[in-house]
């Protein structure tokens, strides 16, 4: 699993949408201004092949809590 794209994929579906590659030092990403549906994440973990690899649930869960989109339902 390539982790930028998985990271990229998280800002691209979130509310509202950033894309990466308009982050700059001048214009960064504060995680807290970004929600994302648990079920949209659910569905980015599958769709990552992340399922069943408890290494890569914990990476992205650990990752989601410190620099990911607040997840919501």
Known sequence: MEFGKFIRECYLRSIPSVDLNDVTSDNPINCSDHKLAVS????????????????LTVACNMWMLQSGPQLFR
């Open 40 to 55: 949209v994440y659910e569905d980015i973990l599958r769709e990552f092949d992340v399922e069943g690899n408890d290494d």
